[in-house]
């Protein structure tokens, strides 16, 4: 018979089980919805990402909602639902039906949602990937949560096939769709202001330097320099200092600052290294086209490390100079801002409307064969 641990012990093990849980959670990836019913008093909704199919004979869903919520009690008297499958531009959607500053109605006040032509006027979201409208036909409680089974009556569909996800607690972008074939990383890389104002871990910022050490550049001259500062360490409110005010309000919830600077002179390449003097520098050509090769491995393997990585180009340069005893041969490039994404809410109101991956002009612009065309 196996022997009983003693209560404070089983309570250690169940929070660390419940703790490796959650990080295990953190690497499922689901699509972001909506659900929305209405009563009496009105509409109401919730972000969850605790959907999935179960059963196609008859079409059903399942959606596990928190006995916390006040959706929960809405639910469970039996009403009507309909989950909205999110497209992956319709993030500040996922926001506002998140927030704990938002509740009720207050939620629908765009323009995007409508009621359904049944007598209950179920609230829909117009232009969602999908509507799927369910009846409750089965609850089951487990732990924190219920587990309402709805079944499918009706589905809208929309054309797009283009989810708003989320996993290791940010919203994943995948609403850029490439003209070519091409890797993820490339599309899931892009530059949120919201971070969750957490230390980084030493290690782990030279990983991403590293991966831009490794950068491309002419005759190997390595021109760039990053200056950096990690949150909670003695230059963090320096180099937070030196961004301008607009960036300042975001970027110092940040957990490392970098700031690259590139050597606007090379030694000779036509000199042998073994007779090189001081004299023999010369002016570089690529010196900014290299220290940009090497901020793009950088934000390339912040995205692979679970990070994100935010140019910014609004810094006082000369206080810059001054202040990080940056030589006159050096240029100041920008500054990077790296840390781990927090939810939009967290943003003010104005930023949160940019804080969306942006798209990119397409191939037939940026791509001329033969040059450009002839005046």
Request: glycine share 6%.
């Amino acid at each position: 018979m196996s022997s009983l641990k003693p209560p404070e012990a089983q309570a250690v093990g169940d929070a660390e089980l419940q703790q490796d849980f959650k990080s295990a959670m953190r690497r499922l990836a689901a699509t972001v919805c909506i659900i929305a019913t209405a009563d009496e008093e009105g509409w109401h909704g919730m972000t969850a990402t605790s959907v999935t199919s179960v059963s196609m004979d008859p079409p059903s869903v399942l959606v596990c909602v928190n006995t916390t919520t006040s959706l929960h009690k809405v639910l469970h008297s039996g009403t009507r639902f309909c989950v909205n499958l999110l497209r992956a531009s319709q993030e500040s959607y996922a926001g506002t039906f998140s927030s704990s500053k938002i509740r009720g109605a207050d939620r629908f006040t765009e323009n995007a949602w409508k009621a359904n032509d049944d007598e209950d006027g179920l609230p829909y979201l117009m232009d969602a990937q999908a509507n799927l409208f369910c009846d409750i036909d089965h609850m089951v409680p487990y732990g924190t949560h219920t587990i309402f089974i709805g079944r499918v009556n009706s589905i809208r569909i929309g054309e797009l096939v283009s989810p708003l996800l989320y996993a290791d607690g940010q919203y994943l972008a995948t609403r850029r769709v490439p003209n070519f074939p091409v890797e993820t990383l490339f599309l899931h890389r892009w530059s949120p202001r919201a971070f969750t104002a957490e230390p980084i871990p030493e290690v782990q910022l030279m990983t991403l330097l590293e991966a831009a050490r490794w950068a491309p550049s002419c005759f190997n001259s390595q021109p760039w320099r990053f200056l950096y500062a990690r949150r909670d360490t003695p230059h963090w409110e320096k180099f937070v200092g030196l961004l301008t005010p607009d960036n300042q309000v975001w970027a110092k919830n940040a957990s490392a600052l970098i700031v690259v600077v590139s050597n606007t002179l090379m030694k000779n390449p036509a000199t042998p290294s073994s007779a090189s003097t001081d004299d023999e520098w010369v002016p570089s050509y690529t010196h900014s086209f290299d220290a940009g090769a090497a901020w793009a491995q950088l934000g390339l393997q912040s995205t692979l490390s679970g990070l994100r990585a935010h140019g910014i180009i609004g810094i006082d340069m000369a206080r810059t100079r001054a202040e990080l005893n940056v030589p006159d041969n050096y240029r100041i490039e920008a500054a990077i801002a790296i840390g781990r994404q927090a939810p939009i809410e967290t943003l003010e109101d104005g930023l949160q409307k940019k804080e969306h991956p942006s798209v990119r002009e397409p191939i037939s612009v940026i791509a001329l064969e033969g040059g450009f065309p002839s005046a």
